[in-house]
């Protein structure tokens, strides 16, 4: 992509970082907002990911993830929790980058959104279901819309996930360990991990 571009691309990623601080505004109960960081890191992540991220139609696909996974990855590591006001709307979200990129790349990357949904996000929840204290009910909320972009980036992104999210949280359990954070004594949040690798992934589609 051109670099003319990458300005209207930061500023673009302003205000979707600005929307994400909006959205959390009305959550409830209260979060804590992320600072002017959270807004920040996005407008310089999206020039990035139009850089990285693969062919123009499949673009606003990361650009979404991006936009969604900051705020969350902040809140998450401050309160350990997802609110729903950003992890509900990431389904629509998702779906409409998606059905943009399927104009270029054909009907297949919506059936495997659909699939992505029904295994990513009902593996998940099953786990919840199984063992409650070790995912929380909005890691199963997020990892339903996860799983939208990641069946259609291609069923290996999937693997490729879970380790990653498995490795980032094993870490921050030893940052825990290390800080003694009180914010964690329950366990460390699943949802920072599965943020980061989602959002690496959908960089480089296998599609």
């Known amino acids: 992509?051109?670099?003319?571009?990458?300005?209207?691309?930061?500023?673009?990623?302003?205000?979707?970082?600005?929307?994400?601080?909006?959205?959390?505004?009305?959550?409830?109960?209260?979060?804590?907002?992320?600072?002017?960081?959270?807004?920040?890191?996005?407008?310089?992540?999206?020039?990035?990911?139009?850089?990285?991220?693969?062919?123009?139609?499949?673009?606003?696909?990361?650009?979404?993830?991006?936009?969604?996974?900051?705020?969350?990855?902040?809140?998450?590591?401050?309160?350990?929790?997802?609110?729903?006001?950003?992890?509900?709307?990431?389904?629509?979200?998702?779906?409409?980058?998606?059905?943009?990129?399927?104009?270029?790349?054909?009907?297949?990357?919506?059936?495997?959104?659909?699939l992505g949904v029904v295994v990513f996000g009902g593996l998940h929840a099953v786990t919840h279901r199984v063992i409650p204290h070790a995912l929380g009910a909005g890691d199963v909320k997020l990892t339903g819309s996860l799983g939208l972009v990641l069946g259609a980036a291609g069923w290996t992104a999937m693997v490729v996930v879970v380790v990653i999210a498995a490795l980032v949280s094993a870490a921050l359990g030893v940052l825990a360990r290390i800080r003694g954070s009180p914010t964690w004594d329950d366990g460390v949040p699943h949802g920072p991990g599965l943020l980061i690798a989602t959002s690496l992934v959908t960089l480089f589609p296998s599609q």
């Open 1 to 114: 992509m051109p670099w003319i571009y990458f300005p209207f691309l930061a500023l673009a990623g302003c205000v979707a970082g600005l929307a994400g601080r909006w959205a959390l505004r009305r959550a409830l109960p209260p979060v804590r907002l992320p600072g002017w960081v959270a807004v920040v890191s996005v407008a310089l992540l999206w020039p990035l990911v139009a850089w990285f991220g693969g062919p123009w139609w499949w673009l606003p696909v990361p650009l979404a993830v991006v936009a969604v996974a900051v705020p969350l990855f902040v809140v998450d590591l401050r309160e350990r929790r997802l609110p729903d006001v950003l992890t509900l709307p990431a389904y629509p979200i998702f779906a409409a980058a998606l059905a943009f990129a399927a104009i270029e790349g054909g009907a297949g990357l919506l059936w495997g959104a659909l």
